[in-house]
Every structure is written in C-alpha cells, then in structure tokens.
C-alpha cells in the first residue's frame, strides 16, 4: 500500500464548501482535512473509545479513496486532534463512518462541533441525508445525534463485537442543520 507522503501533497477540503463555515466555529478552533501525519492523535483517541478499534492501515484505506472518502480532525489551541470524523459520500447521502472526541474534551461542544461542521460541507456537496449506526448502549453519542436531528429507523443485529451488541440505524434528512454561533 502506498503511503500517504509518497502521494501529491495534502488533500484539500473537498470543494464547494459553503461559505463561511469556518466562521461559525469557536474562536480558536480549526476542522482541518485529515492527514497521515494526524493518525497517531487519532488512533490514540480511537483506542480511548472503542472496545473495537480501527487500526493505522483502515484508516490508510480511508485516505487514500479520495472522491468517496474523506477525514477531518477538530484542532483546539490545546489539542492539535481534539476529535476526529471520517465520512463517505455516496451520491446524495453521507454516511459518517467513525467519530470520536478525546476523552478530555467530552462534553464541551467538541463533537457537536465538529458534526455541525462535517454536516454542513456534505450539504454543501450536495448529500441531501445522512446517516450513521451507534450501540445501543452509547447513550451520550445517541442523545448528541437525536440533538442533531437524527432519528432511530433500523437495527442491526449483533453488529458490534467485544462485546456483541446491536448498532442502532440512524437517519436525518437534510444534512445541513441549523447552526450555533461561535462561542
């Protein structure tokens, strides 16, 4: 597999970004494109939360899928990765694939944030839905996404492994939502 530094340059937000959407984040704060040289703050955060974590090379394969798959990272002035969200998009839907915030920054806004932000450029590239899988268990993940206007519309048995657990399906038609102002 070729590394990410053998390949052309960084990989820049994907275009059509709607304007201003820096601008609604807290002072301070960046959602930069994800890149090979984030992957150990990410894999740390990772291995903080989830019992089944991704590994350096599936994160690679995300990378490199360029036109599909995309990553970005949340960066505050104290955590150059405060969270992380990969996502893919298919035609007009996004499917966000993997969150996670950094155990010190839960429940400051730093996952809002930073699916506020993912949302809005999906939006901007045209996904008109969106759509993700949680565990049942994930309570605190499953009240941000309600918050966020998803709605429980399936479920996938035995999903999860270690332990083995159903994932809850959620859908939210309209990917951009509305927005906070900055703190």
């Not at 703050?41 to 019992?51: C, G, K, W």
């Not at 893919?88 to 699916?115: K, Q």
């Amino acid at each position: 597999m070729q590394g990410l530094a053998e390949m052309e340059g960084p990989r820049p937000l994907p275009p059509r970004e709607p304007p201003g959407l820096h601008d609604q984040l807290p002072s301070g704060w960046s959602v930069d494109t994800l890149e090979e040289k984030d992957l150990d703050d990410v894999l740390a955060i990772e291995e903080a939360s989830f019992t089944n974590p991704w590994t350096r090379q599936m994160f690679l394969w995300e990378l490199q899928n360029v036109g599909v798959s995309y990553g970005y990272v949340l960066r505050t002035p104290e955590w150059p990765v405060a969270a992380f969200c990969t996502i893919w998009l298919v035609m007009d839907e996004v499917h966000i694939n993997n969150v996670a915030v950094r155990p010190e920054c839960r429940g400051g806004g730093v996952g809002r944030t930073l699916l506020e932000f993912v949302l809005g450029l999906a939006a901007g590239l045209g996904a008109r839905r969106a759509t993700l899988e949680v565990r049942r268990s994930n309570g605190a993940a499953l009240k941000l996404y309600e918050r966020l206007g998803f709605k429980v519309a399936g479920l996938r048995k035995n999903y999860y492994a270690n332990p083995v657990e159903d994932a809850l399906i959620l859908w939210r038609v309209g990917a951009a939502g509305p927005r906070r102002s900055a703190r």
